[in-house]
């Protein structure tokens, strides 16, 4: 039956790791194949004291999804995509259904699932939704959590309740307006609340065209003005507006590259829509180059789907080699350490300038910098090949997120808290906001089973 735990040894090591470099083996192990079956996991659990730890596709970076506590339960074969609506413009899906999978379903139809994580191809909607996950369409789209329409959740008592968005009213006083919408209690919340079992999305009209653009700058400064100016300026609309610095535009190029000195100038990596039968809007990008210094003569461009999958796979390949650059280190206590900080966007350089600084005062190499500049959002990693070097790496990061909140901006984006980043929620959320999400855990799990570590 579904419902069943494993203690084999091989199957809990299957499941202790995750995208952090952490590992850390379930005491059990269920694999459910239907929702049943993870409400009577969840019933049985709460009877004998169980902790329970949701995962999916285990590309947490953040020690999510991986537990040394009780149950690990995935949820990969609850996989089926109920119903895609081409009229109402919307997906319902289980938890376990892969994003590349809603994706390509939604396309099939003219349709776009606009969260685009970059793991979209391992990370499952299930994960997307318990993190908030954003991606490179965030710029224009917005993260996961705009786009659910409602859910289906299995409460910790084995109780399952579907929550849908209320209607959108000019004028509302009932009650606290917190608990206005309960499908946000659950969306980000980690797994710390209830176990996600199915999604209702909103879907967006497929765009004419698409133009993909990676532009190289002869440094970080002029790369990351081209950025600022790129979002304030009317001549150019982005979709996404991605950074790389001159390392990780290294392994951009050439993606199966393991020499971890390699440089390359860096890129800012742009897509833009645009009407069908239309020349694609070269120019207006061209010119706002030359005027950040680019060099123009080496711009690759991608303008049909299989170039856009290739730009998709290159970009994909950086945090792949942090992952596996990472890994390699675990016997010794080393790890990738990866951030996923935003600033306001036109405080970008500073802060990533401010990090370098950091790094070097600790006497440490600099991080590896890429992500979504557009939302001054860049993930910064670096390579611990010990846990004394871990160490050192977290002093740099916490300097960092101490700097980052005092220019208004916020300790994770969109990779959540997780295990690893709990210490330092408290740089952002007051005591009084953090004994209320307290209360809500409280109501909603009173034995504290649900996701141990996660968040609080």
């Keep these: 039956m579904g419902a069943e735990l494993n203690r084999d040894p091989d199957v809990r090591a299957s499941v202790a790791a995750d995208a952090s470099g952490m590992y850390m083996e379930p005491d059990a192990v269920a694999r459910p194949k239907t929702q049943r079956d993870v409400a009577e996991v969840l019933r049985r659990a709460v009877v004998d004291r169980m902790a329970v730890t949701t995962a999916g596709g285990q590309t947490s970076t953040t020690g999510a999804s991986i537990t040394d506590r009780g149950i690990l339960l995935s949820l990969r074969a609850l996989d089926r995509i109920l119903d895609i609506d081409p009229v109402k413009r919307t997906a319902r899906v289980e938890a376990g259904v892969m994003i590349a999978d809603l994706a390509r379903a939604a396309g099939e139809q003219d349709m776009m699932f606009a969260p685009d994580p970059t793991s979209e191809v391992e990370a499952t909607v299930g994960g997307a939704v318990a993190c908030n996950a954003s991606g490179a369409r965030t710029l224009m789209y917005g993260p996961t959590r705009v786009h659910v329409r409602a859910l ?78 790129a979002r304030e300026s009317g001549a150019v609309r982005a979709r996404c507006l991605e950074y790389f610095d001159a390392r990780t535009s290294a392994i951009y190029r050439s993606p199966g590259s393991t020499d971890p000195e390699a440089t390359a100038l860096p ?190």
């Design 152 to 229: 289906k959740v299995a409460l910790v008592t084995g109780e399952v309740v579907e929550l849908r968005r209320p209607p959108v009213l000019e004028k509302n006083t009932v009650g606290f307006a917190f608990a206005h919408d309960p499908v946000d209690w659950f969306v980000g919340s980690e797994g710390t609340l209830g176990v996600v079992l199915e999604a209702e999305f909103d879907l967006l009209p497929k765009p004419a065209q698409v133009m993909g653009l990676a532009i190289p700058f002869r440094t970080e400064e002029a790369a990351l003005a081209f950025v600022v100016e």
């Design 267 to 456: 890129i800012v990596y742009v897509e833009q829509t645009y009407d069908g039968g239309t020349e694609p809007p070269f120019e207006p990008w061209l010119e706002l180059a030359e005027r950040h210094g680019a060099d123009t003569g080496d711009i690759r461009a991608y303008l049909d789907d299989a170039a856009l999958r290739e730009a998709r796979r290159q970009r994909h390949a950086i945090p792949a080699a942090m992952n596996e650059r990472g890994s390699r280190f675990r016997p010794a206590g080393g790890r990738k350490v990866s951030t996923d900080w935003a600033v306001p966007y036109r405080k970008l350089a500073e802060a990533i300038a401010s990090c370098r600084t950091s790094a070097d005062a600790h006497g440490v190499p600099q991080p590896f910098v890429f992500g979504h500049a557009g939302n001054g959002h860049p993930h910064t990693n670096f390579i611990g090949s010990d846990a004394a070097a871990v160490g050192r790496y977290e002093q740099v990061v916490e300097e960092t997120l101490r700097m980052v909140f005092g220019m208004g901006g916020t300790v994770a984006a969109e990779h959540g808290i997780g295990k690893i980043k709990r210490r330092w929620l408290p740089l952002q959320m007051t005591p009084l906001q953090i004994s209320v999400m307290r209360a809500v855990k409280k109501q909603l799990d009173p034995h504290d089973l649900l996701a141990p570590g996660n968040v609080l």
